[in-house]
């Protein structure tokens, strides 16, 4: 399962000093507007306590974690609904994403032009809001005037959908984003599925702090906070240059220093990383065996079948059982052999909810 999170903010605020922190690809970090004009696209790996568990557990002979995707976006501006700065395709990669992780500067720095003259996160904030609600509302417009017509005609289907479009319009003009309305998946589809808003999308903010902040936060960030509060959003406080000199680090033991001299117990990529993974609404489960420890990435709410046919289609068309063990269980009895003796191994069928963290086995037959 391929999905993406894309870096977003105003230019300058650290966007691809963190892109090329959290992933192998390199974007060119420079001190002006539009220096990333082509996405670029990383692929990282989730951290997972409970991966080094098993590996520790059934010594395989190869471990693959679980993968994320970012896309590193040019900077936006004012404007760029209207096509200033590149803008309108900077939102069509915007809109080829699942994600969006919105990148806020919180620090002061005279070397480091701001696009708009001044830090200000919460008006920086808002600058990538409209733009963004903006484009959405050209979206929603064409669309009613669409529905319009065959509302007309008597079409009942359409009047329905003519309403829910209607408050995305009201939405947008007062400045909240799609994402904001509380309407069913299905009537979300029904309405603007074939729309592609880009504020429907779920958002994490990053506020990149100095390094004097990246342990406690500063007034910057806590604004940032207090204007995202009623948009159940997370804020991950990190320092970007910070970041990108600890991923350099290879050296497990020298990594482990540099982060006890800063203070922390982890990078802040990590929790971003994680962060990321949850926005998305992924969950992980695992295979366990001799041969490879394994983790798989679903969404949350997935059956054992649509789990199964992440590893192989077969495996979901053919799908009999699924033999499913918790982490703490394996621990405690440090074998599958174990679970089962101890009667700790559950046999699920097709309609077993897969819950974060399983350890399962498939049998099926095609």
Known sequence: MSLQCGIVGLPNVGKSTLFNAISTGKAEAANYPFCTIEPNVGVVTVPDERLEVLTGLVKPQKVLPTIIEFVDIAGLVKGASQGAGLGNKFLANIREVD???????????ENVVHVEGRVDPVFDKEIIDIELQLKDLESVNKKIQKV????????????????????????????????????????????????????????????????????????YSEKLREAVKDENAEVVVLCAAIESQIAEIEDPEEHEMFLTEYGLKEAGLDRLIRA????????????????????????????????????HSDFEKGFIRAEVIKIPDY?????????????????????????????????FNV
């Not at 994600?99 to 720095?109: G, L």
Request: aromatic share 8%; proline share 1%; charged share 30%.
């Open 99 to 109: 994600a969006i992780v919105h990148v806020i500067r919180c620090f002061e720095d």
């Open 148 to 219: 319009e017509k065959a509302v007309r005609t008597g079409d009942a289907k359409a009047k329905a959908e003519l309403q829910i479009l209607q408050d995305y319009k009201a939405a947008l003009e007062a400045g909240r984003s799609a994402r904001t309305l509380a309407y069913t998946k299905e009537e979300r589809e029904s309405a603007i599925g074939d729309l592609q808003l880009l504020t429907v999308k779920p958002v994490l903010y990053v506020a990149n702090v100095n390094e004097e902040s990246m342990l406690s936060g500063n007034e």
């Open 276 to 311: 990321s993974y949850s926005l998305l609404d992924l969950i992980t489960y695992f295979t366990a065996g001799v041969k490879e420890v394994r983790a798989w990435t679903i969404r949350r709410g997935w059956k054992a079948p649509q789990a199964a046919g992440v590893i």
């Open 331 to 363: 621990q405690q009895y440090k074998t599958e052999a174990g679970v089962k003796e101890v009667g700790k191994m559950a046999v699920e069928g097709k309609e077993y909810v897969v819950q974060d963290g399983d350890v399962m086995h498939f049998r």
